[in-house]
């Protein structure tokens, strides 16, 4: 659910402009300044390996609200998500490989390709329903893989493809440490544009089609178009992800992206809170960060006791893949309104201590 | 009973976080870091984890024994699950300028591919468990490959191994005295290993007289592939090389043999192995494929002892058999040892000298396992290890349960050499 505050009497909006604004009040416009501020100032601090998994969290959480638009504010559902990614990641390097066009341009272009595939893929989709729906999203992961992995004018076949570091003016980018700003400034736009999208009619039209689609087609809302604009604005997202991510590996392999992929999309946003654009960060950082934990303690456990209790040795690996299976489940049935949730009863506990109830 | 209480949910977020935020342990000054990529739980972990296995009691046992030039050896062993992403992530870790690896024991081609312009770039040797004929051209010269002057890999490269094959095969096919023209196909997964010798395969064949068919795509996890072999048997065929690792091949094997399908079948290096032969059984007699070893384990070389006592470090009870991976992988780790034995006198365990260590000798076989390892040349402008191939065929003479010691010791499973081939060191073959 979309998240409405209850504003407490005495304080209210005398202007449509107040009453929309995106933070509530001017310490949270401030707070969040300064978090932006001190993230700039974060590739310095960090050691290579957490600047990695930022940059890696910043690259999912956009496409994850890509995701989190057709899932939790359309009420549709796709298991196709990782498709349209590896789709961004791989028009982005053939733009920048074919074509005179620099990689700062090769990004949002090929964003707008996946989207155009998303739209073809969205009309037949737009118009099923429940357990017909994810099968056609399935039928889109399937049939973009096998695209990959045999149009070698496209992606060379199965061989990784590579990509160009990234590039603005002559002047190229090297390094972790500046491509974080670039994923920064790219996360941070399309954060805004996505809360600002919430705000408008379209988003309001995507929310009621979620909410009662009856009622929304009754109201004059035209279900095929928003559907299918949801269908294109996920793939969009999925699609900046996809080239960002190309740009920062330099090389691009469809491993690693199948169907458990999209699952894992779908993870990060159940985890954070469907309907919430803040919990898609939160889900996502969450998702990004179990397996690197899950490494470490496989790692202190090889060897040890509990590896001989279960004689796990070299399956110790497993391990993780077990874990993230039992965290989502864990969060369906203890958490299912995901962390932005618990993020604000956190905050509502506080706001009131000691006289919380 | 639902967990309500939000100190409990403030516990476990503490402790998710806490755990989250662990980070790898820091590196003792005195030591050489080596990373190790491994694929213990993806597509290739069935000849993955026996070379896995080794490099790790392989640097053990070099550590037991005093280290190299003094300094002890930091291995850091990963198994990426034979993705690409994966060994990318981690090639970004050792690559980093502080923790800095000498040295890098690769495994799969995709991403030993991937990662050639990057080691060049960054200067660290790699000795991968991929045998791709893309990765012996250092300069580039031969046009076809990419430059890849710190990629080394011990062994015949899957093309040379294939080229051997098929001039034992045309042989064959008229020692036999059958008429007319052999038809050979091409059988593996669509990915970069199976599809390395695909093109130079197909060439040689034509050249001596196959009529090549089209190939046969079968995937690199075992099933169900009684339609390939179907195809196999409509087609013809009388040679069909396999380019997965054994698992798949052995799916392949049972499945043809129960459709009643004749054909003469050609592995990799990778391909067929003593835990293949005894889980296809009789389905893996006469199955041909080359050994990157002069022995296998247990054979009679001066060298077997030295391997057996690492083999000891994961097995101090010794009854444990070792496939024909785990004796090329000790070869491998020890020649990447003596690169770093000479970079240290001669400079520095730098990743640059370290590459350069690799030119040391000529026909070089590392000390200890003399009778073990093949003899190996790299020079600047050709990592073209070795191409003398050593022709083996897996011989199944009865039933196979049981243990592995016994079938080897009493010759239900053996492996019987064939034929030596000295393929010429042609500039034509060169990169492809």
New interface residues.
Partial sequence: MASTSFIPSGDFRTSYAADTTIFPTRTSRNFAILGIVALCFAPNLF????L?VSIQIGIFSIAALGLNILVGFTGQISIGHAAFFLLGAFSSAYISNHFPIPVFFAIPLAGVVTALVGLIFGVPAARLKGLYLVIATLAAQYILLDFF??AEWFTG????A?ANPFSIFGYTLRG?RQYFYVVLAYVLASYVLVTNLMRTRDGRALVAIRDHYLSAEIMGINLTKYRTLSFGLAAFFAGIAGALYAHY???I?Q???GIERSILFLAMIIIGGTGSIMGTLMGTAFVV??P??ME??SLHLKGGAVDHALSLN??I??LREIAIGVIIIAFLM?EPDGLAH?WR??KA?WKLYPFSH | MRITSIRFKAWLGTVSIALAMASSSALAADQIPIGHLADYSGGTSDVGTPYGQAVADTFAWINKNGGIGGKQVALDTNDYGYQVPRAIALYKKWSAADGKVSAIIGWGTADTEALTGFLAQDKIPDISGSYAAALTDPEGASGKAKPAPYNFFYGPSYSDALRAMLTWAAEDWKAKGKPGKPKFVHMGANHPYPNAPKAAGEALATELGFEVLPPLVFALTPGDYSAQCLSLKSSGANYAYLGNTAASNISVLKACKTAGVDVQFLGNVWGMDENGAKTAGDAADGVVFPLRTAVSWGGNAPGMKTVMDISKMSDPTGKVYRPVHYVAAVCSAMYMKEAIEWAAQNGGTSGENVAKGFYQKKDWVPAGLEGVCNPSTWTEKDHRGTLKVDLYRAKVSGATEGDLNDLMGKGTIKLDKIKTVELPRKPEWFGW
């Fill in positions: 050691s290579a390996y957490w990695s992995s045999r076949g199965s061989v990784p590579s972790d590996q330099l090389v392999s491993e690693g992206f960060l179990l690197e934990s470490w303690i070299t399956n690996t497993f203890f618990r009863q956190i506990y």
